[in-house]
T-cell receptor
């Protein structure tokens, strides 16, 4: 069990650029979640997948954000035309359907938009 | 909608002191309740959970009891150590969303600093 892995851990980008984050969940975990955490705040739910299907998206996920999990394993979160307000830590988490209340988080990907 | 309110920090304690972090929630239905901990530079780790009223979650000397009548889930530890310095998050799971039982709503976090 290698845990939830996220890449890159840190990203600095200029406003208007696109960025992509990758998440590798714990193997065999069929649920995968994305959360966003700003400084001094608790994480906020963005979206989640069960296998390759994206089952729910928060209203926080504007049309500049897109998430995919094409083969039901790793996932990507892309932010297009980044804005300074996108600066946050993006957390990925995974779980098994049969152990739905036990969710494992990755270490997060820090995004700074300058 | 669902919400979680927890006491603001930072909370500064001496080693071996008693720690309480208050957490109250608002939810429709009967959510599961959680405490997560975030150590410096690390991701969130599940500390403990309780899935129904009057359940007590416990782990690493920490305890919290699901109190439906007061909609609370206060975290306590009898004797803290320097290594307990971290940010603690109270959270609930959404009982009615499409991700029922999984989508987490977090409080704002409480930073705890334990001094030797």
């Amino acid at each position: 069990d290698t845990g939830v892995s996220q890449d890159p851990r840190h990203k600095i980008t200029k406003r208007g650029q696109n960025v992509t984050f990758r998440c590798d969940p714990i193997s065999e975990h069929n649920r995968l979640y994305w959360y966003r955490q700003t400084l001094g705040q608790g994480p906020e739910f963005l979206t989640y997948f069960q296998n390759e299907a994206q089952l729910e998206k928060s209203r926080l996920l504007s049309d500049r954000f897109s998430a995919e999990r094409p083969k039901g394993s790793f996932s990507t979160l892309e932010i297009q035309r980044t804005e300074q307000g996108d600066s946050a830590m993006y957390l990925c988490a995974s779980s098994l359907v049969v152990q739905a209340d036990t969710i494992y988080f990755g270490e997060g990907s820090w995004l700074t938009v300058v | 909608g669902n919400s979680v309110t927890q006491m603001e920090g930072p909370v500064t304690l001496s080693e071996e002191a008693f720690l309480t972090i208050n957490c109250t929630y608002t939810a429709t239905g009967y959510p599961s309740l959680f405490w997560y901990v975030q150590y410096p530079g690390e991701g969130l780790q599940l500390l403990l959970k309780a899935t129904k009223a009057d359940d007590k979650g416990s782990n690493k000397g920490f305890e919290a009891t699901y109190r439906k009548e007061t909609t609370s889930f206060h975290l306590e530890k009898g004797s803290v150590q320097v290594s307990d310095s971290a940010v603690y998050f109270c959270a609930l799971s959404d009982p009615f969303g499409k991700a029922a039982g999984n989508k987490l709503t977090f409080g704002g976090g409480t930073r705890v600093l334990v001094k030797p």
